[in-house]
């Protein structure tokens, strides 16, 4: 997170990885049966793939003892390049959503708790690009990449996605594709839940985009 501060006034949209833009569940669950096989530990594999969202360490720590941790994720992280990213499909809508921004003139950002080089093969792999991708920032700290990008919007499809938007000023719009139900998303204080997930988002945006605009206009 080195660029420089932006000087223009295009739309820019975060969006979160993990069952958001893509459905890591089928490549998590197998790096996770990777891990439990070279360390001989016990993982309840199906639990953690229904709570996605937190850091990986802070999943480790319900499996292992905290001096196993970093060791963990190591092993864990080495194996994640050649058996999680081929099984992991792009979520419904995720393409149509990022270029649904480009086609507004806008900037989609990708901004997750994921370790970056995971999830720039994530994107590689399915195609889609973003201007920027920021990892390793989890909740309310995502807000440090959104603030830095000027983020108008951020989507994401968990509480602490959330937090990160309404903390750096953000829209935030939720999707239910992940952990946490719509209920749970507004309750959280999402400006927006998307139903339909990803696939509603296109619309809402031209329909959001008509007032951003009008909005820039008036402070000029």
């Given at each position: 997170?080195?660029?420089?501060?932006?000087?223009?006034?295009?739309?820019?949209?975060?969006f979160d990885?993990?069952l958001?833009?893509?459905d890591?569940?089928?490549?998590?669950?197998a790096?996770y049966?990777?891990l439990?096989?070279?360390?001989?530990?016990?993982?309840?594999i199906?639990?953690v793939?229904?709570?996605?969202?937190?850091?990986l360490?802070?999943?480790?720590r319900?499996?292992?003892?905290?001096?196993?941790?970093?060791k963990?994720?190591?092993?864990?992280?080495?194996?994640?390049?050649s058996?999680a990213?081929a099984?992991?499909?792009?979520?419904?809508?995720a393409r149509?959503?990022?270029?649904?921004?480009?086609?507004?003139?806008?900037?989609?950002?990708?901004?997750?708790?994921k370790f970056?080089?995971n999830a720039r093969?994530?994107l590689?792999h399915?195609g889609?690009?973003?201007?920027?991708l920021i990892?390793?920032?989890?909740?309310?700290?995502?807000a440090?990449?959104?603030?830095?990008?000027?983020?108008?919007?951020y989507?994401?499809?968990?509480v602490?996605d959330?937090r990160?938007?309404?903390t750096?000023?953000?829209?935030?719009?939720?999707?239910?594709?992940g952990?946490?139900?719509?209920?749970?998303?507004?309750a959280?204080?999402a400006?927006?839940?998307?139903?339909?997930?990803?696939t509603d988002?296109p619309?809402?945006?031209r329909?959001f985009y008509?007032?951003?605009t009008a909005?820039?206009?008036?402070r000029?």
């Amino acid at each position: 997170m080195t660029s420089a501060p932006r000087t223009d006034h295009r739309l820019t949209v975060g969006f979160d990885l993990d069952l958001t833009l893509v459905d890591s569940r089928p490549g998590i669950r197998a790096a996770y049966e990777t891990l439990a096989a070279a360390t001989g530990t016990y993982i309840d594999i199906d639990l953690v793939v229904s709570r996605l969202g937190p850091p990986l360490t802070h999943e480790l720590r319900n499996w292992f003892p905290a001096e196993q941790v970093d060791k963990a994720a190591e092993i864990y992280l080495a194996a994640y390049p050649s058996h999680a990213i081929a099984p992991s499909p792009a979520m419904p809508g995720a393409r149509e959503a990022v270029a649904a921004v480009r086609e507004l003139g806008g900037r989609a950002i990708v901004v997750t708790a994921k370790f970056p080089r995971n999830a720039r093969l994530h994107l590689d792999h399915l195609g889609i690009e973003a201007d920027e991708l920021i990892g390793g920032l989890w909740a309310e700290g995502k807000a440090v990449a959104l603030r830095e990008h000027d983020a108008a919007v951020y989507v994401g499809d968990h509480v602490g996605d959330v937090r990160g938007a309404r903390t750096a000023g953000a829209l935030s719009v939720a999707v239910p594709t992940g952990p946490c139900a719509a209920e749970e998303l507004r309750a959280a204080g999402a400006d927006v839940v998307l139903p339909g997930g990803l696939t509603d988002f296109p619309a809402w945006l031209r329909g959001f985009y008509g007032d951003y605009t009008a909005e820039l206009a008036s402070r000029a």
